[in-house]
């Protein structure tokens, strides 16, 4: 019997004790998770009358549409509707998207909620996420052979999803950055680079080496650093090795390539550049020319960026036509971020939730509103005070224990109820 009971304590020492208090901040958390993602987005009308949607939860379908068919998205009402039974790969958010539920890519499924569609939307676009696979791995998530515990994060451009380990950057453990822009989309979009040396939360110098990697592969490059806190590549000093002096530019060249770069002569590129401090304004009112004017080195690393640095990105009609060519002009939109989509699930959540208490009393007259107070009082206070014992003596509230008190509740509700005394005059 002793044994018997050391096992039981050994047990219950092994099981997770969670609090009342634990339960319902996690309840909290995930109901604020889901008004979020799903808040801004319809779950009763399908948004493909709405054309391309700016920000909207999706879901692709691998029971209509498996890999190796043509890959498709459909919306949050569809996917209650149509789609109910069906396995489905939860999207998260995409942006400038038109539901094709029902369209041509689907063989033996008409939408119910729009059946009139279009046989495909030209404007979509996909990728391997649609198939249940993301980052450079090409890997499902939750990964049943990936035993390493790691986040996944989405790049704000591709809207692909990576794990923390393969972006050649490691996040900031505080999580303190508001979006990602993998590595394929810094090359992509390599004038982002000007920017990250001001903008972005990892810094693409890295001071606790003293060495940064060349864009190119072609060797580490020392970085000094100077007394105004600037930093300054020593390999751009006038006794830079000659393959050093190559590789300035080569970089160099690169960057002229891209609209509003600034240009240097032959004689700076021997002699090295020096740092220089950016100008209130450029002469051509163009800020990435002006980020381009100080020196800085390229890495195959993704980059991790703060809330609002969308704001700093320059809109001068160079740069404007250089977002539309490299087709990211949604960076110059504050709305099209994840954040600000959450946030109007949010809000929008907020008011549409209404108090059910509320409702009920406002449906009755006014005895049975008080009736329910006094009763919606007196559960509150017994329940407290119930509840307050298990504290007490600090133990585990379980479920036949709050059985238990509604049961006793309930007794006392009738004996109160059977002793009442009615008068009438």
């Not at 198939?131 to 515990?149: A, H, N, Q, S, T």
């Not at 806190?229 to 006038?238: C, F, I």
């Not at 939730?353 to 409702?359: A, K, S, T, V």
């Not at 007490?392 to 109820?417: A, L, M, N, P, Y």
Request: hydrophobic share 30%; net charge negative; glycine share 6%.
């Amino acid at each position: 019997m002793a044994g018997a009971e050391g096992s039981a304590g050994r047990q219950s020492e092994l099981e997770p004790v969670v609090s009342l208090v634990d339960v319902l901040e996690e309840d909290e958390e995930l109901e604020n998770e889901a008004c979020a993602v799903l808040g801004g987005s319809d779950s009763e009308k399908c948004s493909y009358s709405q054309g391309s949607v700016k920000r909207q939860a999706l879901y692709a379908c691998s029971t209509c549409t498996p890999e190796g068919e043509e890959p498709a998205g459909i919306c949050l009402a569809c996917s209650y509707e149509c789609h109910g039974s069906h396995k489905l790969f939860e999207l998260y958010t995409k942006r400038n998207f038109r539901c094709d539920c029902g369209n041509s890519k689907f063989k033996n499924l008409e939408c119910k909620l729009f059946p009139d569609k279009a046989k495909i939307n030209p404007g979509n676009k996909y990728n391997d996420n649609f198939f249940g696979l993301y980052c450079i791995c090409k890997r499902p998530y939750p990964d049943p052979d990936d035993e390493i515990p790691d986040e996944m994060i989405q790049c704000v451009v591709c809207e692909d999803w990576f794990h923390g380990r393969h972006l050649g950057a490691v996040p900031p453990e505080s999580g303190d950055f508001q979006e990602m822009v993998c590595q394929a989309c810094m090359k992509r979009c390599s004038f982002l680079w000007a920017y990250a040396v001001q903008l972005a939360v990892t810094k693409v110098s890295t001071e606790d080496d003293g060495l940064v990697l060349n864009v190119d592969g072609t060797g580490d490059q020392e970085v000094i650093k100077p007394e105004n806190g600037d930093h300054q590549d020593s390999s751009l000093r006038e006794d830079v090795p000659e393959h050093g002096k190559d590789a300035v530019q080569e970089v160099k060249a690169e960057q002229t390539n891209e609209p509003c770069a600034s240009s240097s002569s032959e004689s700076d590129l021997q002699t090295g550049f020096k740092n220089q401090h950016l100008n209130s304004e450029s002469q051509s009112g163009c800020r990435l020319q002006e980020l381009n004017a100080k020196w800085f080195v390229k890495k195959d690393t993704a980059t991790y960026w703060p809330v609002n640095w969308r704001s700093k990105l320059c809109t001068c009609k160079d740069c404007m036509k250089m977002y539309g060519e490299l087709d990211v002009l949604f960076l110059t939109d504050e709305y099209d971020t994840v954040l600000a989509y959450e946030n109007k699930g949010k809000v929008d959540q907020a008011a549409d939730r209404r108090d059910p208490l509320m409702d009920t009393l406002n449906s009755m007259d006014r005895v049975q509103q008080v009736e329910l107070i006094c009763e919606y009082n007196d559960l509150k206070t017994e329940l407290k005070d119930y509840l307050k014992r298990f504290a007490d003596e600090g133990t585990v509230v379980k479920r036949e224990d709050i059985q238990q008190f509604f049961e006793e509740f309930q007794s006392k509700k009738r004996r109160r109820v059977d002793g009442m005394q009615y008068y009438c005059s």
